[in-house]
């Protein structure tokens, strides 16, 4: 006769050792972290991906290890030179941060500033540099060794505009079949170019032969 209870005991000792309840549902052990979790009533974590503060970006208040600063004041005045300690007492004191902005001075230089603002202030610095950086291209003013005075002239036109940009400008005259023979002969062209811009450019290449061309570099005058 089949004994029941022995079935129902041997179910019951696979489901428990494998995790899986009769219903399909699979179950994982709570680990000690999980306990802890559960019981503060917190999300879980698996990857401990707590939100870390990063580390500023230069050394501030306890991180500045120099025995002594150079100090400016919040409001931009010169405080001298005095212990770090003393400094950050009175960064502290104004409920500021003591930054250190020039590392290799003599002794170092430090300001006392809310950190967020001076992250802000430098932020906004680089932002207005690269705005007034300019970046040098070279354009080409191409012309064929037949051109008339009217379209020099438009051609020049162009050169200026370039160059008062800050641009570098390469003057080429192109040559075809039976002008290659009187290449020498038009370099003049090149050279009356350059002096109808000489108020503003100066030639930094000499007119060079090129395969089918002949060309001459021109840049801002300073």
């Given at each position: 006769?089949?004994?029941?209870?022995?079935?129902?005991?041997?179910?019951?000792?696979?489901?428990?050792?494998?995790?899986?309840?009769?219903?399909?549902?699979?179950?994982?052990?709570?680990?000690?972290?999980?306990?802890?979790?559960?019981?503060?009533?917190?999300?879980?974590?698996?990857?401990?991906?707590?939100?870390?503060?990063?580390?500023?970006?230069?050394?501030?208040?306890?991180?500045?290890?120099?025995?002594?600063?150079?100090?400016?004041?919040?409001?931009?005045e010169q405080l001298g030179v005095m212990p770090t300690e003393d400094a950050r007492k009175m960064a502290r004191d104004a409920e500021l941060d003591l930054v250190l902005i020039a590392q290799t001075a003599q002794p170092p230089v430090c300001r006392?500033?809310?950190?967020?603002?001076?992250?802000?202030?430098?932020?906004?610095?680089?932002?207005?540099?690269?705005?007034?950086?300019?970046?040098?291209?070279?354009?080409?003013?191409?012309?064929?060794?037949?051109?008339?005075?009217?379209?020099?002239?438009?051609?020049?036109?162009?050169?200026?505009?370039?160059?008062?940009?800050?641009?570098?400008?390469?003057?080429?005259?192109?040559?075809?079949?039976?002008?290659?023979?009187h290449m020498s002969e038009s370099a003049h062209i090149l050279t009356d170019f350059a002096n109808a811009l000489v108020d503003i450019a100066v030639?930094?290449?000499?007119?060079?032969?090129?395969?089918?061309?002949?060309?001459?570099?021109?840049?801002?005058?300073?």
């Amino acid at each position: 006769m089949r004994n029941d209870d022995s079935g129902d005991l041997l179910l019951s000792s696979f489901f428990e050792n494998s995790g899986i309840f009769p219903g399909g549902c699979r179950t994982e052990p709570f680990t000690s972290d999980r306990q802890a979790v559960l019981r503060e009533g917190k999300p879980i974590n698996n990857n401990n991906n707590r939100r870390q503060q990063r580390r500023p970006e230069v050394p501030i208040n306890e991180q500045i290890r120099d025995k002594e600063v150079r100090v400016i004041g919040a409001d931009g005045e010169q405080l001298g030179v005095m212990p770090t300690e003393d400094a950050r007492k009175m960064a502290r004191d104004a409920e500021l941060d003591l930054v250190l902005i020039a590392q290799t001075a003599q002794p170092p230089v430090c300001r006392i500033i809310d950190y967020g603002k001076f992250k802000y202030e430098r932020l906004r610095k680089e932002k207005e540099a690269k705005k007034k950086q300019h970046v040098v291209e070279i354009k080409e003013i191409r012309m064929s060794p037949n051109i008339d005075q009217n379209d020099l002239n438009t051609k020049i036109g162009s050169a200026r505009k370039f160059l008062e940009r800050g641009d570098r400008v390469k003057v080429t005259l192109r040559f075809r079949g039976r002008e290659m023979a009187h290449m020498s002969e038009s370099a003049h062209i090149l050279t009356d170019f350059a002096n109808a811009l000489v108020d503003i450019a100066v030639v930094d290449k000499a007119p060079k032969v090129e395969g089918r061309s002949m060309s001459l570099f021109l840049v801002q005058k300073k």
